[in-house]
């Protein structure tokens, strides 16, 4: 068995070039071109993509070599998956060639191996160079340009850079990754040719806006872990829906995008009592510059929700028809589509999640720690937890008691506030019982909600004083905003209420 660890990009066709003037100042050890033909296999049910289990067949010259790909980790484009080879004399795989320890348990493999067939193939040219890093390290470059195809007449181009590690330390590929990026022009890349294969093979029609989840943290986990675990599930959620944003303009994938760097802002915050600041510092003044590049994405949502159904949430304006082309005009105005696009292949973008996968990766953080803060990382999770969400049900407390009397301005202004109690509770939360835990969070999900409501009214309320509309029509639309945020207040003040009634669910 071997594991690959490799770094995948999509790349423009002509991105060889760029290639080329890269690795001038860099050892080449052999360079080659070959034409590379692969069959995947799988049952007509897809018995092995179920497992995460990938089956191809490659030629190449004379030589034809089956690899079968078991379940691994993808970080920010980083693929580590453990492979198994071995040589054939024709394009039919053999399965008794692969180790048992290989297989899912309970897999019956001879049955297996009478209900594969042909699924699709990749059909692509590979440039390729062994590369001698600084660091001694060696890591193959290759440039794949070519198709993936099936007999239904499925199609779908490929153009990839993969980096593969084949001797020496993981960072040199970063360091190689970041030289290709300088320039821009490529996106690190979650989907597999093999993913992409079975995405015509089964009528694949695009996948759906998820909202962010908890983070899947366990009683067994070490503090270290469980953060490792909140990163790495905020980069999936991340990666997850830059790939729906490329394939089509789904405004919302950008919002859950926004949603995973605040959850990544918020694991640095949480916790930064044992990780000190120096430690995560380019990487959180980077996390603020892409949050500042995308903070257009709330004013968009907002609008959208306003013009949704022919405006029908503002029926009641007789400026109803001028209000909706105003918002128009001024979701017009917003970052189209193609400057989003930009902005997901340019450099310091692909070197955000470059910088982030490394330091996951290699423990980036602990290099600034001192001993007692390593035993404090080594401990169980489980009091950490505790400790923390304690502290951070007393922040909120301290704003949100029903004594404290608040209006708009004071609930947009305690926003981040919340958001950041409730990604803490998204970072350990999982740990509790799951009733006790969403009916405690519930009330102050939908404060959110009412503050997000809150500014919901804000283009209104700043295009009211447009001078197109006279004194009378101004009026009309003040009396309709003061009665849409006196309901709004009620509603949240009940939503406090209910929230500040109830035990919090970490208590023991």
Sequence with gaps: METEIELKFFVSSDFSRQIRDKITDLKVLQQRQKNLGNIYYDTPDFLLRRHDIGLR??????????????AGRVVAGLHQRPEYNAELDSPVPDLSLIPAGAWPDGLDVNALSQRINPLFSTDFERQQWLLAMPDSSQVELAFDSGEVTTDAGGYDPICEVELELKSGQTDAL?????????????????????????????????????????????????????????????????????QIYVERPEQEAIFEICNAVSLIRQALVLFGGLIPRRASALLRQELQWLEGELSWVYEARAIERLLDDKGYFLRKLSTQKPLM??????????????????????????????????W????????????????????PLRQFANRSLAQSWEELLSVFALGNELDRFGYLDQQPRLIRNLMSGCCVAALYDVEERESFRLPWLDLQQGIEDIQLLEPVRQLAEDEEFDEEERQQIAKWLGRKEESLLHAMMQSRQMGLNLEPYWDE
Excluded at 57 to 70: E, N
Excluded at 360 to 379: S, V
Aim: charged share 30%; hydrophobic share 40%.
């Design 360 to 379: 996951i990766l290699t423990r980036g953080w602990q290099p600034f720690l001192d001993d007692k803060a390593r035993e404090k990382l080594a401990e």
């Design 325 to 358: 082309a105003k918002l128009k005009a001024r979701y017009e105005a917003l970052p189209e589509r193609a400057e989003v696009l930009e902005l997901l292949h340019a450099s310091r973008y692909c070197n955000l999640l470059l910088d982030l996968s490394r």
């Design 57 to 70: 067949v490659r030629r190449y010259d004379d030589v034809y070599v089956q690899t079968l790909k078991t």
């Design 174 to 242: 970063f360091v190689l990754a970041r030289e290709l990026a300088e320039n821009g022009g490529l996106r690190l890349g979650n989907l597999s040719k093999a993913a992409r294969g079975y995405r015509l093979a089964t009528g694949y029609e695009g996948d759906p806006v998820k909202p962010l989840t908890m983070v899947d943290v366990n009683d067994r986990l070490s503090v270290e872990q469980s953060f490792v675990h909140a990163l790495e599930h905020a980069l999936e959620h991340w990666h997850y829906h830059e």
